[in-house]
């Protein structure tokens, strides 16, 4: 049967628009259909603008900091609105040079809702009206459309924000109540008191980032606590409600907040309901889409990439699935996504990063007798003229019975930068030896990953 594309991409997301750029640089007749501007979570939404303010963040604490150096700024003030236009202007500039080169490689776009007819037809409707747009059939559909916050079950939740909203501001909140512990949360509980906004963070359980080593985890609430964050643990919002322009927060356990705006960053999840997908009857994995490891959902004509299936969901893999899935099913090449040794990083001030396997994780697979960590604390050099003098965390976890590697962590400047590189001789097998007959570059926070004994 003829169809008007070879494929169709539902989501011009990071992973949507790899797999479209890639499939088209092979020659293929591709269609893309994005409800919003091109560019998707990533870059419109999270990554990108976050991390801008991040450097904002990083700048003001550098310049509260100085004095030591002999640098004194009387009075740093902070026009939260010039940060957050400029922020808004690098984002559209990233999502026309998108939007370009999708016309560079005569990718179509369709503006619209997408929703499946059949298998093998995507309909384009208008988010407003309903009303169906167009009608474009291929070959073949990728799935890509990402994922949203998770709204939480409580009354007044609409009062509150979620992620997406941070990037609408004109200006920061004086006062802001963040519920959550997991990587929304405890970027922007830094990003905000960073900037002069005092914050209180609601954790239900008792450490942050569950789920990622606890001596990092125990890090990141030392410099949390220290920089002025007010962190409850062992809490839960119950409601919120509107009080003389403020909102005030009732906990599960009586306290009450009054803030000027609740942010709720508890997890997101896969934004599959306008696709109408039960014409189709895939097969799921929870609340994700089941696919094989070529992406491909239940239905051979149909895939499936990012924060919709039950991967780790961040940017680069699901840019990697995309690139996979145009290798394989436009060029012919047999490749798979390497889920190795993914590097992952919690832009807080000072960060977090780690790759492979934390020490309880370890523990768990080769047990306590048979994995050695090597630790070292201590405040970097730039931290000696500061007032703040907190600490750095490295640490290995090596498997005894053959010396390799199994996870690397760090909790410091540039921490993300320096687990990139180490990522690469994971992948490779590296070994504690390979590590120990490594020179060290003098004076850095990293050498200490190659001088550390015991
Ligand atoms: P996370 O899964 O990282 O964290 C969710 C947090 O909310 C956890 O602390 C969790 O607690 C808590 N939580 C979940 N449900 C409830 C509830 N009902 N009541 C109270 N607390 C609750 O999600 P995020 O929203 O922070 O981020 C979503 C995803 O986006 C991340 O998992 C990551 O994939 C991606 N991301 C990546 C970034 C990066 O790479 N730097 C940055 C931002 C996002 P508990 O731990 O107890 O489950």
Not at 229 to 251: A, C
Not at 289 to 297: F, G
Not at 368 to 388: A, D, V
Request: charged share 25%; with cysteine; hydrophobic share 40%.
């Amino acid at each position: 049967m003829e169809f008007e594309f070879d494929l169709i991409v539902v989501g011009a997301g990071s992973g949507g628009l790899a797999a479209a750029k890639r499939a088209a640089s092979y020659g293929a007749k591709v269609a893309i259909i994005e409800v919003n501007k091109i560019g998707g979570t990533c870059v419109l939404r999270g990554c990108v603008p976050k991390k801008l303010m991040v450097y904002a963040a990083n700048n003001r604490r550098n310049m509260v900091s100085a004095e030591g150096y002999g640098l004194i700024n009387k009075e740093i003030t902070f026009n939260s609105s010039v940060l957050l236009k400029n922020v808004r202007e690098e984002v559209s500039r990233l999502s026309h040079i998108h939007s370009n080169s999708l016309k560079k490689l005569n990718v179509t776009v369709f503006e619209g809702l997408g929703r499946f007819k059949n298998q093998n037809t995507v309909e384009v409707v208008c988010p407003k009206t309903r009303n169906i747009l167009r009608k474009v059939s291929a070959n073949k559909v990728l799935i890509s459309v990402g994922g949203k916050p998770k709204k939480l079950e409580i009354p007044g939740v609409d009062l509150a924000w979620s992620s997406d909203d941070i990037f609408e501001l004109q200006d920061f909140p004086k006062t802001l109540l963040i519920v959550g512990g997991g990587y929304i949360a405890c970027e922007f509980a830094s990003i905000f008191k960073n900037l002069g906004t005092e914050v209180i963070q609601i954790i239900r359980g008792q450490n942050l980032l569950s789920g990622f080593d606890k001596d990092l985890s125990e890090c990141l609430k030392k410099s949390m606590t220290s920089l002025g964050i007010d962190l409850k643990f062992n809490n839960q919002l119950k409601s919120i409600k509107k009080i003389k322009g403020k909102l005030q927060s009732t906990l599960v356990s009586g306290s009450k907040f009054l803030t000027n705006n609740i942010l709720i960053a508890t997890g997101r999840e896969p934004a599959l309901k306008e696709l109408h997908l039960d014409t189709l009857n895939l097969k799921m994995d929870g609340i994700y889409l089941d696919v094989n490891e070529v992406n491909q959902t239940s239905n051979s004509n149909i895939f499936a990439i990012g924060d919709i299936i039950k991967r780790p969901n961040l940017t680069p893999v699901a840019i990697e699935q995309g690139r996979v899935f145009a290798d394989n099913y436009f060029a012919d090449r047999r490749r798979k996504v390497n889920y190795q040794n993914i590097p992952k990083a919690v832009f807080t001030i000072p960060e977090i990063s780690t790759v492979g396997l934390s020490e309880e994780e370890a523990t768990e697979i080769y047990s306590e007798l048979n994995i050695k960590i090597f630790k070292c604390s201590f405040t970097p050099m730039s931290n000696t003229f500061k007032k703040n003098k907190s600490k750095c965390m490295l640490k290995l976890v090596v498997n005894k019975k053959n010396d390799k590697i199994l996870g690397c962590h760090m909790f410091g400047e540039a921490a993300s930068e320096i687990i990139q590189m180490v990522s690469v001789s994971l992948n490779a097998g590296i070994t504690k030896k390979d590590f120990d007959n490594t020179m060290a570059l003098h004076p850095t926070i990293s050498e200490e990953f190659v001088t550390m004994y015991g």
